[in-house]
């Protein structure tokens, strides 16, 4: 045997002494790793639940449209009326939605002409709903060179507005859910009022 060994290095003098640690600290520690699990497992089920559903956005879609009268009044304020169905689906095969919050605008160009609320409503997986939309926009001034272009869309009876959808959409999943925006864009193309038809769309919706 060599000396060394019946020294071990524990027994240094200017190790302090052992003392217990504190049941508070022991506590916060047991806690925090509880957490962790915690965390860690929600993060796991979270990414199962989105794996196995494939959630999906509903869709916002305009089916048809008339065109009842544009109308310019002192040549520069524009009176306009205009019906058209909005067709929200959910293209979901495992999650129902509900539409908390429905705002929808219609613009010429950059020009706000109207804004619309519609009522909330809940809409099972697979289904579809459509909604008239009846835009009324009265004495909304425009530019001149706004103006010009809209009498010559009329001219020439094709007349182009656009339609902007700000949507609060709420999702549940099992026991828990959550809201998010949703903001649907169409352009819809309609031939000259009175009894402007809809003649070509095309829509988008995107979070
Ligand atoms: C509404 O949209 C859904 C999904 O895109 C479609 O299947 C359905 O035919 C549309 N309804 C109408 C009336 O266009």
Redesign the pocket.
Known sequence: MSPESEAPPRKHGLLPPRHRTNPMIWCAAVLCVIFSLLLIFAGIVTLIVFLVIKPRNP?F?T?SATLNSVYLDSSAYLNSDLTF?A???N?NHKMDVIFEYLSIELYFYDRLLSVQALQPFAQRRGE?R?ESVHVISSEVYLPPELIMELQDEVRRNRVVYNIRGTFRVKVSVGVGHFSYWLYGRCQIELTAPPSGVLVARGCRTKR
């Open positions: 869709l879609d089916t169905l067709n929200f689906s293209p579809s459509l």
